[in-house]
RNA sequence: GCGCCUUUAGCUCAGCAGGAUAGAGCAGCAGCCUCCUAAGCUGCAGGUCAGAGGUUCAAAUCCUCUAAGGCGCGCCA
Protein backbone atom coordinates (compact mmCIF):
# COMPACT_ATOMS: atom_id res chain seq x y z
CA UNK A 1 0.00 0.00 0.00
CA UNK A 2 2.81 2.17 0.65
CA UNK A 3 4.23 3.36 -2.86
CA UNK A 4 7.69 3.92 -2.25
CA UNK A 5 8.72 0.69 -3.53
CA UNK A 6 7.27 2.06 -7.17
CA UNK A 7 9.20 5.26 -6.67
CA UNK A 8 12.06 3.12 -6.24
CA UNK A 9 11.30 1.28 -9.44
CA UNK A 10 11.79 4.64 -11.48
CA UNK A 11 14.28 6.07 -10.08
CA UNK A 12 15.93 2.59 -10.74
CA UNK A 13 14.91 3.14 -14.42
CA UNK A 14 15.60 6.85 -14.55
CA UNK A 15 19.03 6.16 -13.09
CA UNK A 16 19.39 3.37 -16.23
CA UNK A 17 19.86 0.66 -13.77
CA UNK A 18 23.48 2.30 -12.15
CA UNK A 19 22.13 1.69 -8.19
CA UNK A 20 20.82 -1.06 -7.20
CA UNK A 21 17.25 -0.99 -5.64
CA UNK A 22 19.12 -1.28 -1.96
CA UNK A 23 20.89 1.92 -2.73
CA UNK A 24 16.96 3.66 -3.14
CA UNK A 25 14.42 2.18 -1.58
CA UNK A 26 15.65 2.38 2.09
CA UNK A 27 16.60 6.28 1.66
CA UNK A 28 13.04 6.94 0.42
CA UNK A 29 11.34 9.06 2.82
CA UNK A 30 8.70 10.95 3.77
CA UNK A 31 8.78 14.90 3.37
CA UNK A 32 7.81 16.78 6.97
CA UNK A 33 6.16 18.95 4.92
CA UNK A 34 3.02 18.25 2.67
CA UNK A 35 3.88 21.16 0.19
CA UNK A 36 6.79 19.05 -0.54
CA UNK A 37 5.36 16.35 -1.68
CA UNK A 38 4.12 12.48 -0.98
CA UNK A 39 7.48 10.86 -1.16
CA UNK A 40 11.25 12.17 -1.15
CA UNK A 41 14.40 10.99 -2.39
CA UNK A 42 17.60 12.75 -1.09
CA UNK A 43 20.19 12.47 -4.21
CA UNK A 44 23.19 13.25 -2.05
CA UNK A 45 24.50 9.48 -1.63
CA UNK A 46 24.63 9.75 -5.38
CA UNK A 47 26.69 12.53 -5.99
CA UNK A 48 29.99 10.68 -5.60
CA UNK A 49 29.29 7.26 -7.92
CA UNK A 50 26.99 9.37 -10.44
CA UNK A 51 30.13 12.47 -9.67
CA UNK A 52 27.58 14.88 -10.38
CA UNK A 53 25.72 17.56 -7.43
CA UNK A 54 22.76 16.26 -5.96
CA UNK A 55 21.38 19.20 -7.26
CA UNK A 56 21.62 18.33 -11.05
CA UNK A 57 20.96 14.93 -10.31
CA UNK A 58 17.96 15.68 -8.92
CA UNK A 59 17.16 18.11 -11.73
CA UNK A 60 17.96 15.66 -14.53
CA UNK A 61 16.32 12.25 -12.91
CA UNK A 62 13.16 14.84 -12.47
CA UNK A 63 12.48 15.12 -16.12
CA UNK A 64 13.08 11.18 -16.92
CA UNK A 65 10.40 10.59 -14.25
CA UNK A 66 7.20 9.67 -16.19
CA UNK A 67 5.02 7.78 -14.65
CA UNK A 68 1.10 7.96 -14.21
CA UNK A 69 0.68 7.28 -10.44
CA UNK A 70 2.94 10.12 -10.03
CA UNK A 71 1.12 13.57 -10.75
CA UNK A 72 4.49 15.52 -10.29
CA UNK A 73 7.71 15.33 -10.25
CA UNK A 74 9.89 18.15 -8.46
CA UNK A 75 13.23 18.71 -8.16
CA UNK A 76 14.80 20.64 -4.65
CA UNK A 77 17.78 21.31 -3.48
CA UNK A 78 19.78 17.82 -3.46
CA UNK A 79 16.00 16.34 -3.39
CA UNK A 80 13.81 14.85 -5.91
CA UNK A 81 10.02 15.33 -4.51
CA UNK A 82 7.28 13.57 -5.91
CA UNK A 83 3.67 14.17 -6.05
CA UNK A 84 1.41 11.02 -5.87
CA UNK A 85 -1.38 11.63 -8.11
CA UNK A 86 -4.05 12.06 -5.52
CA UNK A 87 -7.38 10.63 -7.27
CA UNK A 88 -5.68 7.96 -8.34
CA UNK A 89 -4.11 7.11 -5.07
CA UNK A 90 -7.52 7.48 -3.11
CA UNK A 91 -9.39 5.46 -4.75
CA UNK A 92 -7.01 2.44 -4.15
CA UNK A 93 -7.10 2.91 -0.56
CA UNK A 94 -10.43 3.69 -0.10
CA UNK A 95 -10.90 0.90 -1.88
CA UNK A 96 -9.25 -1.54 -0.12
CA UNK A 97 -10.00 -0.84 3.02
CA UNK A 98 -13.53 -0.82 2.43
CA UNK A 99 -13.04 -4.58 0.81
CA UNK A 100 -10.44 -5.78 4.14
CA UNK A 101 -12.81 -3.87 6.84
CA UNK A 102 -11.48 -4.63 9.62
CA UNK A 103 -8.90 -6.84 8.51
CA UNK A 104 -6.82 -3.57 6.55
CA UNK A 105 -3.77 -3.98 7.71
CA UNK A 106 -3.66 -7.51 9.33
CA UNK A 107 -0.61 -10.20 7.87
CA UNK A 108 0.48 -13.62 8.70
CA UNK A 109 3.92 -12.94 8.88
CA UNK A 110 3.87 -14.74 12.49
CA UNK A 111 2.69 -17.75 10.39
CA UNK A 112 0.13 -18.60 13.39
CA UNK A 113 3.41 -19.25 16.03
CA UNK A 114 3.44 -19.34 19.45
CA UNK A 115 4.19 -15.91 21.44
CA UNK A 116 3.81 -16.30 25.24
CA UNK A 117 3.12 -13.54 26.85
CA UNK A 118 3.85 -12.83 31.06
CA UNK A 119 1.68 -9.91 31.92
CA UNK A 120 -0.10 -8.32 34.57
CA UNK A 121 0.64 -10.16 37.50
CA UNK A 122 -0.71 -8.60 40.28
CA UNK A 123 0.36 -9.47 43.66
CA UNK A 124 -2.48 -11.35 45.60
CA UNK A 125 -3.57 -10.05 48.84
CA UNK A 126 -2.46 -6.64 47.99
CA UNK A 127 -4.71 -4.52 45.78
CA UNK A 128 -4.50 -3.94 42.19
CA UNK A 129 -2.71 -0.55 41.91
CA UNK A 130 -2.06 1.80 38.92
CA UNK A 131 1.62 0.30 38.94
CA UNK A 132 0.00 -2.87 37.44
CA UNK A 133 -1.60 -1.29 34.88
CA UNK A 134 1.13 -0.73 32.75
CA UNK A 135 2.14 -4.74 32.63
CA UNK A 136 -2.10 -5.32 31.65
CA UNK A 137 -2.46 -2.72 29.15
CA UNK A 138 0.95 -3.19 27.17
CA UNK A 139 0.70 -6.66 27.06
CA UNK A 140 -2.91 -7.00 26.17
CA UNK A 141 -2.16 -4.15 23.36
CA UNK A 142 1.00 -6.52 22.40
CA UNK A 143 -0.93 -9.63 22.00
CA UNK A 144 -3.66 -7.88 19.97
CA UNK A 145 -0.90 -6.56 17.86
CA UNK A 146 0.99 -9.80 17.36
CA UNK A 147 -2.30 -11.52 16.42
CA UNK A 148 -2.78 -9.06 13.56
CA UNK A 149 0.19 -9.94 12.46
CA UNK A 150 -0.58 -13.79 12.12
CA UNK A 151 0.86 -14.93 15.70
CA UNK A 152 -0.66 -16.72 18.23
CA UNK A 153 -0.31 -15.12 21.77
CA UNK A 154 -1.03 -16.84 24.84
CA UNK A 155 -1.70 -14.62 28.05
CA UNK A 156 -0.13 -15.56 30.83
CA UNK A 157 -0.83 -13.84 34.00
CA UNK A 158 1.74 -14.30 36.35
CA UNK A 159 -0.18 -13.66 39.94
CA UNK A 160 2.46 -13.10 42.58
CA UNK A 161 0.49 -15.82 44.66
CA UNK A 162 4.19 -17.37 46.22
CA UNK A 163 7.38 -15.88 47.99
CA UNK A 164 8.06 -14.41 51.47
CA UNK A 165 5.08 -11.76 51.28
CA UNK A 166 3.02 -14.35 52.43
CA UNK A 167 4.70 -15.17 55.28
CA UNK A 168 4.91 -11.78 56.41
CA UNK A 169 1.12 -11.53 55.65
CA UNK A 170 0.10 -14.58 57.73
CA UNK A 171 2.81 -13.25 60.46
CA UNK A 172 0.62 -10.07 60.54
CA UNK A 173 -2.61 -11.94 60.41
CA UNK A 174 -1.39 -13.80 62.95
CA UNK A 175 -0.88 -11.01 65.39
CA UNK A 176 -3.37 -8.41 64.35
CA UNK A 177 -5.79 -10.21 62.08
CA UNK A 178 -9.64 -10.58 62.55
CA UNK A 179 -11.87 -12.79 60.64
CA UNK A 180 -14.76 -11.23 60.57
CA UNK A 181 -12.92 -7.68 59.22
CA UNK A 182 -11.00 -9.94 56.55
CA UNK A 183 -14.25 -11.07 55.43
CA UNK A 184 -16.40 -7.79 54.90
CA UNK A 185 -13.36 -6.12 53.63
CA UNK A 186 -10.55 -8.30 52.04
CA UNK A 187 -8.33 -6.45 50.15
CA UNK A 188 -8.52 -3.44 52.48
CA UNK A 189 -7.88 -5.71 55.36
CA UNK A 190 -5.38 -7.35 54.47
CA UNK A 191 -3.46 -4.15 52.92
CA UNK A 192 -3.92 -2.89 56.10
CA UNK A 193 -2.36 -5.76 57.94
CA UNK A 194 0.60 -5.62 55.26
CA UNK A 195 1.13 -2.45 56.19
CA UNK A 196 1.21 -2.45 59.92
CA UNK A 197 3.87 -5.51 59.45
CA UNK A 198 6.34 -3.32 57.92
CA UNK A 199 5.42 -0.32 60.64
CA UNK A 200 5.93 -2.73 63.60
CA UNK A 201 8.85 -4.90 61.97
CA UNK A 202 10.87 -1.35 61.98
CA UNK A 203 10.29 -1.48 65.57
CA UNK A 204 10.75 -5.26 66.02
CA UNK A 205 13.10 -6.94 64.33
CA UNK A 206 11.71 -10.56 65.20
CA UNK A 207 9.30 -9.94 62.84
CA UNK A 208 10.68 -10.40 59.46
CA UNK A 209 12.19 -13.66 60.84
CA UNK A 210 9.19 -14.90 62.01
CA UNK A 211 7.45 -13.70 57.99
CA UNK A 212 10.23 -16.34 56.86
CA UNK A 213 9.19 -18.82 59.25
CA UNK A 214 5.89 -19.02 58.30
CA UNK A 215 6.62 -19.08 54.60
CA UNK A 216 8.96 -21.75 55.08
CA UNK A 217 6.08 -23.58 57.20
CA UNK A 218 4.06 -22.80 53.67
CA UNK A 219 6.37 -24.67 51.00
CA UNK A 220 6.45 -27.05 53.57
CA UNK A 221 2.96 -27.86 53.46
CA UNK A 222 2.05 -26.44 56.75
CA UNK A 223 -2.05 -27.10 57.32
CA UNK A 224 -2.89 -23.68 58.87
CA UNK A 225 -0.82 -21.54 56.57
CA UNK A 226 -1.85 -23.13 53.31
CA UNK A 227 -5.43 -22.73 54.84
CA UNK A 228 -4.77 -18.81 55.12
CA UNK A 229 -3.14 -18.64 51.73
CA UNK A 230 -5.64 -20.24 49.93
CA UNK A 231 -8.14 -17.91 51.00
CA UNK A 232 -6.35 -14.28 50.65
CA UNK A 233 -6.02 -16.07 47.28
CA UNK A 234 -9.21 -16.34 46.59
CA UNK A 235 -10.55 -13.33 47.97
CA UNK A 236 -8.01 -11.55 45.79
CA UNK A 237 -8.97 -13.13 42.55
CA UNK A 238 -12.50 -12.06 43.21
CA UNK A 239 -11.22 -8.63 43.19
CA UNK A 240 -9.19 -8.61 40.64
CA UNK A 241 -11.36 -10.25 38.24
CA UNK A 242 -13.85 -7.29 38.76
CA UNK A 243 -10.89 -4.97 36.87
CA UNK A 244 -10.48 -7.07 33.97
CA UNK A 245 -14.02 -6.83 33.43
CA UNK A 246 -13.94 -3.38 33.62
CA UNK A 247 -11.25 -3.57 31.07
CA UNK A 248 -12.46 -6.18 28.72
CA UNK A 249 -9.34 -8.66 29.22
CA UNK A 250 -8.83 -12.19 29.86
CA UNK A 251 -6.09 -14.19 29.66
CA UNK A 252 -5.31 -17.91 28.60
CA UNK A 253 -3.75 -18.55 31.84
CA UNK A 254 -3.37 -18.06 35.34
CA UNK A 255 -0.70 -19.86 36.49
CA UNK A 256 1.05 -17.74 38.67
CA UNK A 257 4.32 -18.33 40.69
CA UNK A 258 2.74 -21.30 42.90
CA UNK A 259 1.62 -23.28 40.06
CA UNK A 260 5.45 -24.10 39.97
CA UNK A 261 5.77 -24.93 43.28
CA UNK A 262 6.27 -28.61 42.22
CA UNK A 263 8.34 -27.81 39.21
CA UNK A 264 10.83 -26.52 41.34
CA UNK A 265 13.14 -29.52 41.85
CA UNK A 266 13.29 -30.39 38.67
CA UNK A 267 15.14 -26.96 38.05
CA UNK A 268 16.96 -27.59 41.28
CA UNK A 269 18.19 -30.46 40.48
CA UNK A 270 18.93 -29.95 36.57
CA UNK A 271 21.34 -27.15 37.93
CA UNK A 272 22.80 -29.56 40.25
CA UNK A 273 23.76 -32.31 37.81
CA UNK A 274 25.15 -29.68 35.46
CA UNK A 275 27.61 -28.63 38.52
CA UNK A 276 26.05 -25.12 37.78
CA UNK A 277 24.93 -25.15 42.12
CA UNK A 278 27.40 -24.05 44.16
CA UNK A 279 26.88 -22.97 48.16
CA UNK A 280 27.86 -19.15 48.78
CA UNK A 281 27.09 -18.01 52.18
CA UNK A 282 25.01 -21.10 52.93
CA UNK A 283 22.71 -19.94 50.21
CA UNK A 284 22.62 -22.41 47.03
CA UNK A 285 23.31 -19.77 44.14
CA UNK A 286 24.22 -20.16 40.28
CA UNK A 287 27.73 -18.16 39.90
CA UNK A 288 27.33 -16.00 36.89
CA UNK A 289 31.14 -14.35 36.78
CA UNK A 290 31.87 -15.12 33.61
CA UNK A 291 28.78 -13.04 32.12
CA UNK A 292 29.84 -10.30 33.98
CA UNK A 293 26.58 -10.45 36.25
CA UNK A 294 26.30 -11.10 40.24
CA UNK A 295 25.31 -14.79 40.90
CA UNK A 296 21.93 -15.78 40.63
CA UNK A 297 20.33 -17.02 43.75
CA UNK A 298 18.56 -20.33 43.81
CA UNK A 299 17.91 -21.20 47.24
CA UNK A 300 18.00 -19.30 50.56
CA UNK A 301 20.01 -20.40 53.36
CA UNK A 302 16.75 -22.36 55.15
CA UNK A 303 16.40 -23.81 51.63
CA UNK A 304 13.59 -21.57 51.01
CA UNK A 305 13.06 -20.86 46.64
CA UNK A 306 13.28 -17.59 45.51
CA UNK A 307 11.52 -15.31 42.55
CA UNK A 308 14.53 -16.61 40.19
CA UNK A 309 13.55 -20.55 40.64
CA UNK A 310 10.26 -20.10 40.05
CA UNK A 311 10.86 -18.03 37.10
CA UNK A 312 13.13 -20.79 35.87
CA UNK A 313 10.57 -23.52 36.04
CA UNK A 314 8.26 -20.98 34.51
CA UNK A 315 10.59 -20.68 31.76
CA UNK A 316 10.67 -24.76 31.31
CA UNK A 317 6.95 -25.11 31.45
CA UNK A 318 6.40 -22.79 29.09
CA UNK A 319 8.78 -23.78 26.46
CA UNK A 320 7.39 -27.63 26.98
CA UNK A 321 3.74 -26.42 27.05
CA UNK A 322 4.24 -23.55 24.27
CA UNK A 323 7.01 -23.94 22.60
CA UNK A 324 6.29 -20.56 21.61
CA UNK A 325 8.78 -18.79 19.67
CA UNK A 326 9.24 -16.24 21.95
CA UNK A 327 8.41 -15.51 25.32
CA UNK A 328 7.95 -11.14 26.32
CA UNK A 329 8.07 -10.62 29.95
CA UNK A 330 5.95 -7.36 30.60
CA UNK A 331 7.61 -6.64 33.59
CA UNK A 332 8.93 -3.13 34.89
CA UNK A 333 12.90 -2.02 34.30
CA UNK A 334 13.83 -2.17 37.45
CA UNK A 335 13.81 -6.18 36.71
CA UNK A 336 15.86 -5.78 34.20
CA UNK A 337 18.58 -7.72 35.95
CA UNK A 338 16.86 -10.53 37.03
CA UNK A 339 15.79 -11.00 33.30
CA UNK A 340 19.77 -10.85 32.29
CA UNK A 341 20.04 -13.52 35.19
CA UNK A 342 17.36 -15.65 34.11
CA UNK A 343 18.46 -16.07 30.32
CA UNK A 344 22.23 -16.57 31.67
CA UNK A 345 21.49 -19.26 33.77
CA UNK A 346 19.30 -21.01 30.84
CA UNK A 347 21.74 -20.86 28.74
CA UNK A 348 24.77 -22.17 30.98
CA UNK A 349 22.31 -25.12 30.97
CA UNK A 350 22.21 -25.11 27.24
CA UNK A 351 18.68 -23.83 26.22
CA UNK A 352 19.70 -21.52 23.27
CA UNK A 353 15.85 -20.72 23.33
CA UNK A 354 17.12 -18.71 26.43
CA UNK A 355 17.55 -15.83 23.49
CA UNK A 356 13.45 -16.18 22.70
CA UNK A 357 12.91 -14.50 26.28
CA UNK A 358 12.25 -10.22 25.81
CA UNK A 359 11.76 -8.53 28.56
CA UNK A 360 9.45 -6.34 27.04
CA UNK A 361 10.58 -3.39 29.73
CA UNK A 362 8.56 0.04 31.13
CA UNK A 363 9.32 3.00 32.90
CA UNK A 364 7.83 3.65 36.41
CA UNK A 365 4.67 4.96 37.51
CA UNK A 366 5.99 7.53 40.23
CA UNK A 367 3.56 9.95 42.72
CA UNK A 368 4.78 12.80 43.68
CA UNK A 369 8.24 11.79 42.14
CA UNK A 370 8.53 8.83 43.86
CA UNK A 371 8.27 5.46 43.69
CA UNK A 372 4.52 3.91 44.61
CA UNK A 373 5.12 1.78 47.59
CA UNK A 374 2.60 -1.12 48.60
CA UNK A 375 4.45 -1.11 52.27
CA UNK A 376 3.92 2.08 53.15
CA UNK A 377 0.44 2.19 52.00
CA UNK A 378 1.15 4.59 49.29
CA UNK A 379 -0.77 3.32 46.53
CA UNK A 380 -3.60 4.71 43.93
CA UNK A 381 -5.83 2.03 43.64
CA UNK A 382 -6.62 1.05 39.72
CA UNK A 383 -10.39 0.54 40.30
CA UNK A 384 -10.57 3.96 42.22
CA UNK A 385 -9.41 5.76 39.43
CA UNK A 386 -11.44 3.30 36.79
CA UNK A 387 -14.82 4.35 38.67
CA UNK A 388 -13.74 8.38 38.98
CA UNK A 389 -13.14 8.11 34.85
CA UNK A 390 -16.56 6.40 34.29
CA UNK A 391 -18.09 9.08 36.13
CA UNK A 392 -16.36 11.82 34.72
CA UNK A 393 -17.30 10.32 31.24
CA UNK A 394 -20.95 9.77 32.37
CA UNK A 395 -21.38 13.54 33.44
CA UNK A 396 -19.79 14.65 30.08
CA UNK A 397 -22.58 12.19 28.62
CA UNK A 398 -25.17 13.95 30.61
CA UNK A 399 -24.11 17.44 30.04
CA UNK A 400 -23.44 16.96 26.29
CA UNK A 401 -25.52 13.99 24.83
CA UNK A 402 -28.53 13.56 27.66
CA UNK A 403 -30.25 11.24 25.02
CA UNK A 404 -27.74 8.55 24.22
CA UNK A 405 -29.57 5.07 24.63
CA UNK A 406 -27.09 3.12 26.47
CA UNK A 407 -25.23 5.45 29.15
CA UNK A 408 -23.78 3.24 31.13
CA UNK A 409 -22.05 1.03 28.50
CA UNK A 410 -20.45 4.22 26.66
CA UNK A 411 -19.49 5.99 30.28
CA UNK A 412 -17.79 2.79 30.80
CA UNK A 413 -16.03 2.45 27.35
CA UNK A 414 -15.37 6.56 27.51
CA UNK A 415 -14.25 5.93 30.96
CA UNK A 416 -11.65 3.08 30.52
CA UNK A 417 -10.51 3.99 26.88
CA UNK A 418 -9.12 7.29 28.80
CA UNK A 419 -6.90 5.64 30.94
CA UNK A 420 -6.14 2.48 28.54
CA UNK A 421 -5.08 5.28 26.16
CA UNK A 422 -3.08 7.55 28.35
CA UNK A 423 -0.88 4.71 29.19
CA UNK A 424 -0.45 3.37 26.21
CA UNK A 425 0.26 6.81 24.27
CA UNK A 426 3.78 7.18 25.43
CA UNK A 427 6.77 5.49 24.38
CA UNK A 428 6.98 2.50 27.64
CA UNK A 429 10.35 3.08 28.57
CA UNK A 430 9.49 6.21 30.01
CA UNK A 431 8.49 6.86 33.76
CA UNK A 432 5.32 8.36 34.62
CA UNK A 433 4.05 10.64 37.61
CA UNK A 434 1.21 10.28 37.93
CA UNK A 435 -1.36 12.96 37.95
CA UNK A 436 -5.17 11.94 38.41
CA UNK A 437 -5.83 15.50 36.14
CA UNK A 438 -3.82 14.29 33.30
CA UNK A 439 -5.48 10.97 33.59
CA UNK A 440 -8.99 12.38 33.57
CA UNK A 441 -8.73 14.52 30.64
CA UNK A 442 -11.16 14.08 27.77
CA UNK A 443 -9.55 16.81 25.31
CA UNK A 444 -6.54 16.90 23.43
CA UNK A 445 -4.61 13.65 22.90
CA UNK A 446 -6.50 11.38 24.59
CA UNK A 447 -8.45 8.05 23.95
CA UNK A 448 -12.23 9.92 24.30
CA UNK A 449 -11.07 12.39 21.54
CA UNK A 450 -10.05 9.19 19.62
CA UNK A 451 -13.24 8.21 20.15
CA UNK A 452 -15.22 10.98 20.06
CA UNK A 453 -13.83 11.37 16.10
CA UNK A 454 -14.91 7.81 15.55
CA UNK A 455 -18.82 8.79 17.05
CA UNK A 456 -18.84 12.03 14.84
CA UNK A 457 -17.97 10.07 11.59
CA UNK A 458 -19.79 7.26 12.63
CA UNK A 459 -22.72 10.20 13.03
CA UNK A 460 -22.91 10.98 9.43
CA UNK A 461 -23.03 7.62 8.07
CA UNK A 462 -25.66 6.63 10.18
CA UNK A 463 -27.91 10.18 8.81
CA UNK A 464 -27.25 9.31 5.51
CA UNK A 465 -28.12 5.54 6.43
CA UNK A 466 -24.60 4.75 4.57
CA UNK A 467 -24.61 0.66 4.20
CA UNK A 468 -21.42 0.10 3.01
CA UNK A 469 -21.83 -3.00 0.60
CA UNK A 470 -22.65 -1.63 -2.35
CA UNK A 471 -19.94 -1.22 -5.19
CA UNK A 472 -19.45 2.41 -6.59
CA UNK A 473 -16.39 4.15 -8.36
CA UNK A 474 -14.65 6.73 -5.85
CA UNK A 475 -14.73 9.81 -7.28
CA UNK A 476 -12.84 12.11 -5.26
CA UNK A 477 -10.23 14.59 -6.38
CA UNK A 478 -8.38 13.93 -3.18
CA UNK A 479 -7.03 17.15 -2.58
CA UNK A 480 -9.06 17.83 0.86
CA UNK A 481 -8.92 14.25 1.43
CA UNK A 482 -5.13 14.14 1.29
CA UNK A 483 -3.75 14.59 4.61
CA UNK A 484 -6.46 11.80 5.68
CA UNK A 485 -5.70 9.61 2.92
CA UNK A 486 -1.89 9.17 3.62
CA UNK A 487 -2.55 8.15 7.65
CA UNK A 488 -4.63 5.34 6.03
CA UNK A 489 -2.42 3.93 3.66
CA UNK A 490 0.43 4.22 6.35
CA UNK A 491 -1.69 2.40 9.34
CA UNK A 492 -0.62 -0.94 7.94
CA UNK A 493 2.96 -0.15 8.34
CA UNK A 494 2.47 1.58 11.63
CA UNK A 495 0.87 -2.02 13.17
CA UNK A 496 3.79 -4.27 11.17
CA UNK A 497 6.70 -1.52 13.37
CA UNK A 498 4.43 -1.17 16.69
CA UNK A 499 4.67 -5.08 16.92
CA UNK A 500 8.27 -5.49 15.89
CA UNK A 501 9.05 -2.90 18.62
CA UNK A 502 6.96 -4.14 21.08
CA UNK A 503 5.61 -0.44 21.40
CA UNK A 504 1.73 -0.05 21.05
CA UNK A 505 2.16 3.65 21.41
CA UNK A 506 3.00 4.04 17.60
CA UNK A 507 -0.29 2.57 16.96
CA UNK A 508 -1.54 5.31 19.91
CA UNK A 509 -0.06 7.82 18.08
CA UNK A 510 -1.15 6.97 14.65
CA UNK A 511 -4.76 7.06 15.55
CA UNK A 512 -4.23 10.63 16.98
CA UNK A 513 -2.96 12.00 13.90
CA UNK A 514 -5.62 10.52 12.18
CA UNK A 515 -8.23 11.59 14.17
CA UNK A 516 -6.73 15.10 13.90
CA UNK A 517 -6.38 15.37 10.20
CA UNK A 518 -10.40 13.90 10.11
CA UNK A 519 -11.15 16.72 12.22
CA UNK A 520 -9.21 19.46 10.36
CA UNK A 521 -11.44 17.77 7.38
CA UNK A 522 -15.12 17.32 9.44
CA UNK A 523 -14.60 21.51 10.22
CA UNK A 524 -14.15 21.96 6.56
CA UNK A 525 -16.12 19.85 4.63
CA UNK A 526 -19.42 19.50 4.70
CA UNK A 527 -20.06 15.37 3.58
CA UNK A 528 -23.84 15.23 3.50
CA UNK A 529 -23.69 17.86 1.07
CA UNK A 530 -26.34 16.71 -1.51
CA UNK A 531 -23.43 16.69 -5.10
CA UNK A 532 -21.93 13.91 -7.35
CA UNK A 533 -19.42 13.15 -4.59
CA UNK A 534 -21.54 12.50 -1.81
CA UNK A 535 -20.97 8.98 -1.95
CA UNK A 536 -18.26 8.53 -2.53
CA UNK A 537 -17.23 10.64 0.54
CA UNK A 538 -19.29 8.89 2.23
CA UNK A 539 -16.68 6.28 1.47
CA UNK A 540 -14.21 7.87 2.60
CA UNK A 541 -15.94 8.55 5.99
CA UNK A 542 -16.68 4.83 6.43
CA UNK A 543 -13.15 4.00 5.76
CA UNK A 544 -11.93 6.66 8.36
CA UNK A 545 -14.20 4.99 11.36
CA UNK A 546 -12.59 1.52 10.05
CA UNK A 547 -9.18 2.61 10.69
CA UNK A 548 -9.83 4.62 14.01
CA UNK A 549 -11.86 1.71 15.53
CA UNK A 550 -8.98 -0.43 14.20
CA UNK A 551 -6.63 1.68 16.00
CA UNK A 552 -8.52 1.60 19.18
CA UNK A 553 -9.34 -2.07 19.70
CA UNK A 554 -5.32 -2.78 19.27
CA UNK A 555 -4.85 -0.82 22.13
CA UNK A 556 -7.41 -2.75 23.58
CA UNK A 557 -9.92 0.20 23.59
CA UNK A 558 -13.84 0.16 22.45
CA UNK A 559 -15.50 2.38 20.01
CA UNK A 560 -18.81 3.44 21.00
CA UNK A 561 -20.68 4.44 17.46
CA UNK A 562 -22.05 7.26 19.91
CA UNK A 563 -21.11 9.18 22.97
C1' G B 1 31.69 2.53 43.06
C1' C B 2 29.60 -0.48 38.80
C1' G B 3 25.49 -1.42 35.27
C1' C B 4 20.85 -0.05 32.70
C1' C B 5 17.35 3.92 31.45
C1' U B 6 16.13 9.12 30.84
C1' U B 7 17.24 14.57 29.52
C1' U B 8 13.64 18.41 23.11
C1' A B 9 8.52 24.79 24.28
C1' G B 10 6.17 26.87 31.18
C1' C B 11 4.12 21.37 31.77
C1' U B 12 3.41 16.23 29.32
C1' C B 13 5.52 14.19 25.22
C1' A B 14 6.45 13.15 19.38
C1' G B 15 10.46 13.27 16.07
C1' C B 16 16.17 9.28 16.64
C1' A B 17 18.33 2.36 10.89
C1' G B 18 21.38 11.03 9.87
C1' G B 19 18.68 14.47 5.50
C1' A B 20 15.32 20.28 3.56
C1' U B 21 12.35 25.89 7.92
C1' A B 22 12.45 20.92 15.16
C1' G B 23 6.19 19.09 15.77
C1' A B 24 1.66 17.91 18.89
C1' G B 25 -1.31 18.22 23.32
C1' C B 26 -2.07 20.88 27.93
C1' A B 27 -1.74 25.59 30.24
C1' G B 28 -2.08 31.25 28.26
C1' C B 29 -4.22 34.83 24.75
C1' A B 30 -7.78 35.91 20.45
C1' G B 31 -11.68 33.86 17.50
C1' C B 32 -15.58 29.95 15.45
C1' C B 33 -22.06 26.50 17.12
C1' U B 34 -29.33 29.64 12.33
C1' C B 35 -24.49 24.20 9.34
C1' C B 36 -23.01 16.29 9.60
C1' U B 37 -22.14 15.62 18.11
C1' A B 38 -17.88 22.48 20.36
C1' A B 39 -15.17 15.63 24.16
C1' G B 40 -14.43 19.80 18.06
C1' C B 41 -11.99 23.63 14.71
C1' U B 42 -8.89 28.24 13.46
C1' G B 43 -5.12 31.76 14.77
C1' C B 44 -1.23 34.02 18.15
C1' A B 45 2.63 33.32 21.48
C1' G B 46 6.27 29.92 23.23
C1' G B 47 12.70 26.07 21.75
C1' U B 48 21.23 27.80 22.52
C1' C B 49 16.94 19.86 21.06
C1' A B 50 21.13 19.24 29.09
C1' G B 51 26.64 20.77 28.07
C1' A B 52 31.39 19.95 25.45
C1' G B 53 34.09 17.55 21.78
C1' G B 54 34.12 14.21 17.38
C1' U B 55 32.36 11.51 12.59
C1' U B 56 29.73 13.48 7.99
C1' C B 57 28.23 17.03 2.11
C1' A B 58 24.37 16.89 6.21
C1' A B 59 23.59 15.58 13.54
C1' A B 60 17.89 16.55 18.09
C1' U B 61 19.17 11.73 15.65
C1' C B 62 25.63 8.17 15.40
C1' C B 63 30.46 7.98 18.80
C1' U B 64 33.22 9.82 23.32
C1' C B 65 33.29 12.56 27.72
C1' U B 66 30.69 15.65 31.48
C1' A B 67 26.34 17.07 34.28
C1' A B 68 21.38 16.21 36.30
C1' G B 69 17.42 12.70 37.49
C1' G B 70 15.46 7.58 37.87
C1' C B 71 16.15 2.29 38.60
C1' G B 72 19.11 -1.90 39.93
C1' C B 73 23.53 -4.29 42.15
C1' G B 74 22.69 -11.91 47.36
C1' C B 75 18.87 -14.51 50.65
C1' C B 76 11.93 -9.18 48.29
C1' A B 77 9.33 -9.86 43.77
Not at 70 to 95: C, R, S
Not at 225 to 233: G, H, N, P, V
Not at 505 to 516: C, E, F, M, T, W
Request: glycine content about 6%.
Amino acid sequence: MMYSKEFAKVLYEALEERVTMDHLEPFIEKPKHLERGDLAFPCFSLAKTERKSPQLIAQEVSQKINSPLFEKVEAAGGYLNVFLNKQEVTAQVLEEILQKKQNFGASNSGKRRTVAIDMSSPNIAKPFSMGHLRSTVIGQSLALLLAQCGYKPVKINHLGDWGTQFGKLITAYKHWGNEEKVKANPIKELLALYVKFHEEAEKNVRLEAEGREWFKRLEDGDEEAAKLWKWFRAESLKDFSRIYKLLNIDFDSYAGEAFYNDKMDHVVDLLESRGLLTESEQAQVVSLEEEDLPPCLIKKSDGATLYATRDLAAALYRKETYNFEKALYVVGGEQSLHFKQLKAVLKKLGFDWADDLVHVSFGMMRKDGKKMSTRKGQVVLLEEVLQESIALAKENIELKNPNLPNKEEVARQVGVGAIVFNDLKNYRMNDIDFSLEDILRFEGETGPYVQYTHARACSILRKAAWDGEKEMPIQLSGEQEWEVIGLLMAFPETIKKAAAAFDPSRVAKHIIDLAQAFNKYYAEVKVLQEDEQKESRLAFVSAVTQVLRKGLSLLGIEAPDEM
